[in-house]
């Protein structure tokens, strides 16, 4: 489809010239249009002779290892219909304001999804940020046509831009599985930003039955707030996260004390257990043996806590978180202590999970995405970045060229 789409040069415009420099590494193509042409209002539609031009120049894709550019003066109508005015006309082969043409646009749209911008702004000799304006223009088209009418069930999830600050919040539809939405922060604020959103794209917070969240205060608050009809759900990969970062915490204390010990241990309290090697396994029952170590029964904690997941019924499973409580309550640590009492707080939304059946999972592989897209990238230079690429790897959008080519 790509190659398929024409340049889009049909009169009155025709190529003059076609200039070749083999020292400057060029070619230069000089479109220019017949005289006494007309052309198009572009806010009417009514048909005008030019007025005046000026001169433009577009980066084309590359022929061969030459960098390809489009010359042409384009054209101001002043319209018949007096309330237009004087405008400039749109040219076939390219965005109005856009300093490349439909295919290298189309080329760059293609080839993001696997490429860093980076890469493609080296390979290409211009710098990332104009390739950036073109990808958030396209992405922002895109989205323009998404209908969320349908959406009922949503998951949130933040995300660090760089490590530990510079938040993004993340909205999927967990029945479609994609990228609903994304914005910079953290806060309840970005929860009323998703519900305006939503609204624009024809959905309707009324209707949303059901969110997935972390345990934090801002997203309970804003969906509280925003969506009054959802029920909450602590979605079990961040309930465990939490474990886990107050397990990880307990052993990187101990770890100070009994270096010899617990040196270089911190993956295999943190891993399922199911995914150590057997060496792995080994190394951990030698720690586990060998005295009575709070990253032991922290860990035991973990595991208990992971095994209520395997709960069959709400019933079942509120036996079991029970049993973890009780447990967890009396620890001598005191950030299990701390664990039970967050949960305890979130008693509800953690059980809910076993009603809504609301499955998150796919989360975790979305965002393993936008990890290795960033790493890739080596962090984008603003959020914003980040959120288009979110929404090219997740957001199952539509691009389409100009010419409503899909791309
Ligand atoms: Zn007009």
């Not at 060029?26 to 052309?39: E, V």
């Not at 624009?200 to 969110?211: N, V």
């Not at 199911?274 to 860990?299: G, H, M």
């Amino acid at each position: 489809m790509l190659f398929g789409m024409a340049l889009g040069i049909t009169p009155p415009w025709e190529v003059t010239e076609v200039a070749f420099s083999k020292e400057l590494n060029r070619l230069d193509i000089t479109i220019d249009f017949q005289r006494g042409a007309t052309f198009t209002c572009p806010v009417c539609g009514a048909s005008a002779p030019a007025y005046d031009s000026t001169e433009k120049e577009w980066r084309h894709l590359n022929f061969f290892q030459y960098e390809a550019y489009l010359h042409a003066r384009v054209p101001r109508v002043k319209c018949p219909n007096e309330a237009c005015g004087v405008k400039q006309v749109q040219v076939p082969w390219a965005r109005a304001g856009s300093g490349f043409t439909l295919l290298f646009e189309a080329l760059v749209m293609t080839m993001v999804r696997d490429m860093p911008v980076r890469v493609m702004a080296r390979l290409f000799a211009v710098t990332d940020t104009r390739l950036w304006r073109v990808i958030n223009a396209y992405v922002e088209m895109a989205r323009a046509k998404e209908d969320y009418s349908g959406v009922r069930r949503v998951g949130m999830d933040e995300t660090s831009v760089k490590r530990g600050h510079d938040y993004v919040t993340f909205f999927f539809d967990l029945d479609g599985k994609k990228l609903l939405f994304g914005t910079e922060g953290n806060d309840n604020q970005t929860v009323k930003e998703f519900v305006a959103d939503l609204k624009q794209h024809g959905g309707d917070p009324e209707k949303i039955t059901d969110a997935a969240i972390d345990m934090s205060k801002a997203f309970i608050k804003g969906v509280k707030e925003q969506l009054p009809n959802a029920e909450t759900t602590f979605d079990p990969f961040h309930v465990i996260k939490s474990m886990n970062d107050a397990l990880a915490k307990i052993r990187a204390e101990e770890a100070r004390l009994f270096p010899e010990i617990l040196k270089k241990s911190r993956y295999l309290f943190l891993k399922n257990p199911e995914n150590l090697s057997p060496e792995e396994q080994e190394r951990l029952d030698v720690i586990i043996a060998s005295q009575n170590l709070k990253s032991t029964e922290a860990y035991l904690h973990k595991l208990n806590l992971q095994n209520v997941y395997f709960a069959e019924s709400r019933q079942e499973a509120e036996t079991l978180l029970n049993c973890w409580h009780r447990e967890a309550d009396t620890s001598s640590i005191s950030l299990i202590r701390k664990m039970a009492k967050t949960i305890k707080e979130h008693w509800a939304g953690i059980l809910s999970h076993f009603d809504s059946k609301l499955s998150t999972g796919f989360l975790e592989g979305i965002n393993s995405l936008i990890q290795a897209a960033k790493a890739r990238a080596r962090g984008y230079r603003n959020p914003q970045n980040l959120i288009s690429m979110a929404y090219i790897i997740a957001g199952k959008l539509k691009f389409k060229s100009l010419h409503n080519v899909p791309i």
